[in-house]
């Protein structure tokens, strides 16, 4: 009998180291599992976020302000920037209208002694190219008290020409015998009146015109 409890005693304590053992081996699998899923990755900070080296970031800066097309500044509009420009440039005086200067001169003259005077200030009595340039010359005329002023047409050969050389390629003649015999023509501030044409020797206040320089 004492053999017998003997033998029993021994395989108990076999199966307890048995167990003892395996329970360590799992214990030991466990802390490794969890220590590799603790283990921080080198230079990633909570959040999983990766930093990116300014080089890096200033590099994409640039690629992207090289594939950029910075949109043209609007320019001003036309008559703003040319009245602009030829205000700063044009004498004591004249007004500017566009790329031209305008005199008003407010003495009674001839067709020639007007022409004579606005060459004596380097320019010419003024032509006329569209309606807007008219309707300002017009106003211009009629805001100095005048119901009528010299212009730079006159008739040669049967065709009219401008002082200045330009072409006679707008007209706004008030009659339509406008384009006749008599060789110099004037314009008139007063309602819907155009242009007329009397002889040169006619008194009419006058408008010099000179173009502004680039």
């Not at 992207?64 to 097309?69: F, G, I, T």
């Not at 205000?87 to 005199?103: F, V």
């Not at 049967?158 to 007209?171: H, L, S």
């Not at 003649?173 to 009146?193: E, H, M, T």
Request: contains cysteine; aromatic residues 12%; hydrophobic residues 40%.
């Amino acid at each position: 009998m004492l053999v017998t409890a003997d033998a029993e005693f021994n395989q108990t304590f076999i199966m307890f180291l048995m167990k003892t053992q395996l329970l360590v081996c799992l214990l030991g699998v466990f802390l490794s599992v969890g220590a590799a899923a603790v283990v921080p990755v080198e230079g990633v900070p909570e959040g999983g976020a990766v930093p990116v080296p300014v080089e890096a970031t200033a590099d994409v800066t640039e690629a992207r302000a090289e594939l950029s097309v910075p949109g043209a500044a609007p320019e001003e509009p036309l008559n703003v920037q040319t009245l602009q420009r030829s205000a700063s440039q044009c004498p004591e005086g004249w007004q500017p209208y566009k790329d031209h200067c305008y005199l008003m001169v407010n003495l009674m003259y001839n067709r020639i002694n007007a022409e004579f005077l606005c060459e004596s200030l380097n320019s010419s009595l003024a032509s006329i190219h569209n309606l807007w340039e008219h309707q300002f010359l017009k106003e211009l005329t009629w805001k100095a008290g005048f119901n009528t002023a010299w212009i730079g047409g006159y008739n040669f050969q049967g065709y009219w020409r401008w002082d200045d050389g330009t072409p006679f390629n707008y007209n706004n003649w008030y009659s339509n015998d406008g384009s006749s015999y008599k060789p110099c023509n004037y314009l008139n501030s007063n309602g819907v009146y155009g242009w007329s044409n009397k002889e040169c020797t006619d008194l009419h206040a006058s408008i010099c015109s000179m173009k502004v320089s680039c």
